[in-house]
């Protein structure tokens, strides 16, 4: 059991922070990009939002995550990302929950299914057995969620046009509570729950409660330039925020979670790339925080 959490960790960790490493070298100086006045990356609108952390030469997450008002640090930059002039900040990002308890739904919703290399036993993922830190046993199975903003939800992809049963998410869901957080559940689970059922999960390895209440149709999609995601074995959380003033939140489960609401995409406005990725430059200067942006092919 040993082999099949840290085989877990490899994937959750490793191979994220890889792809990071290839995009980040991607990601040319500006400079030199608009002068190849035939690059590709000319024409981009659409850009995804990761940071730096953990590349070589960078500070590591843990260091960053400890470091003094980070959580306001946090905070102001998710709001300059969307009072920017130049782009449209979109708060929409696909993060692993952990199913807590027995799993028994299918291998088609466990998180990097499609990525899979041919030769490993997806079933070594599923149920593992962990021990948590208030000293429960149970069983963890990562399976798929993706999180949206409001604004994201209701004007950047429409989503509540697309609900097949129940209903869509409303302003007081986008507030987080201790108590349950309202889901949507993509297409393809619509055999295995109904409306007012309840799962435990953790997210950011904090237990949390989730509600559901409706099922999206399948044709729900996020589409981002070349990335194009179907949220049919998904399930669809609002991107809460948080007081962090409330004493009853965790101080480290906020922060966590706001370090993963400034990883999200932003779309050129006017087509005045050069503006929006200076803008984009400044906010991140004055921010202190070490973030990059990767154009999207259309």
Not at 149 to 168: M, P, T, V
Not at 242 to 255: A, L
Not at 272 to 285: G, H, V
Request: hydrophobic share 35%.
């Amino acid at each position: 059991m040993k082999r099949k959490i840290i085989i877990a960790g490899f994937l959750i960790f490793v191979i994220p922070l890889l792809i990071l490493v290839i995009l980040y070298n991607v990601k040319a100086d500006k400079t030199e990009m608009y002068n190849e006045t035939e690059s590709e990356n000319n024409n981009c609108i659409n850009y995804r939002v990761l940071d730096s952390y953990g590349i070589p030469g960078h500070m590591k997450f843990s260091e960053i995550i400890n470091s003094e008002n980070i959580f306001k640090r946090y905070e102001k930059l998710l709001g300059d990302f969307n009072n920017a002039e130049k782009f449209r900040y979109i708060e929409v990002y696909n993060s692993l929950i952990q199913y807590d308890g027995f799993y028994e739904n299918g291998e088609t919703f466990i998180y990097g299914y499609d990525s899979f290399p041919d030769d490993w036993d997806i079933q070594e993922f599923i149920n593992q057995e962990v021990k948590l830190e208030d000293g429960r046993q149970t069983l963890l199975t990562n399976i798929n969620g993706a999180f949206i903003s409001e604004k994201a939800f209701n004007e950047d992809f429409s989503l509540y046009n697309h609900i097949y049963r129940g209903k869509a998410f409303t302003s007081s869901d986008f507030i987080y509570s201790n108590e349950k957080i309202n889901v949507l559940m993509g297409y393809d689970y619509i055999n295995l729950y109904d409306v007012g059922n309840e799962i435990s999960v953790l997210y950011l390895g904090y237990p949390v409660k989730l509600k559901i209440i409706g099922f999206l149709d399948n044709t729900s999609r996020i589409d981002m330039g070349d990335i194009n995601i179907s949220l049919n074995t998904y399930i669809l959380i609002p991107s809460f925020d948080i007081d962090n003033r409330d004493d009853e939140v965790n101080p480290n489960f906020s922060i966590l979670h706001y370090s993963k609401k400034t990883r999200g995409f932003f779309k050129v406005i006017d087509n005045n790339i050069e503006a929006a990725l200076n803008e984009f430059d400044d906010i991140i200067n004055k921010s202190g925080l070490d973030y990059v942006y990767i154009p999207l092919s259309e």
